[in-house]
């Protein structure tokens, strides 16, 4: 799971939504919400998205947190991510490199 943007409408009567272990960039979740229960640890935040995720969720509906990051990231929120001007651009730039690796292999 990367990219959650365009579901929000499913996401407006959820109660407990578990989002942990992924490798979630984005989400957009509306004010109007009802989460009570909302897990975002061990993702790959792009650190905007995650500022404004934050201006909609509050964060006692937060319930995990990262405590440590990978090199280039750092908490924000508690949660770890990633300052970058094209954030899949630069996932989907890793992504390649590490699979031309594996395949030199």
């Not at 201006?55 to 949660?79: F, S, W």
């Amino acid at each position: 799971l990367l990219h959650v943007e365009r579901n929000q409408p499913q996401f407006y009567r959820l109660e407990n939504l578990y989002l942990d272990h992924n490798f979630i960039v984005t989400l957009k979740l509306s004010a109007h919400h009802t989460l009570n229960n909302l897990t975002l640890s061990h993702n790959d935040w792009d650190c905007n998205s995650l500022r404004a995720l934050f201006r909609n969720v509050a964060h006692p509906a937060v319930h995990d947190a990262d405590q440590y990051c990978k090199i280039d990231y750092h908490l924000e929120h508690g949660l770890c991510c990633k300052e970058s001007d094209n954030p899949y651009l630069d996932r989907l730039l890793q992504c390649i490199a590490l699979t031309s690796v594996v395949e030199k292999l």
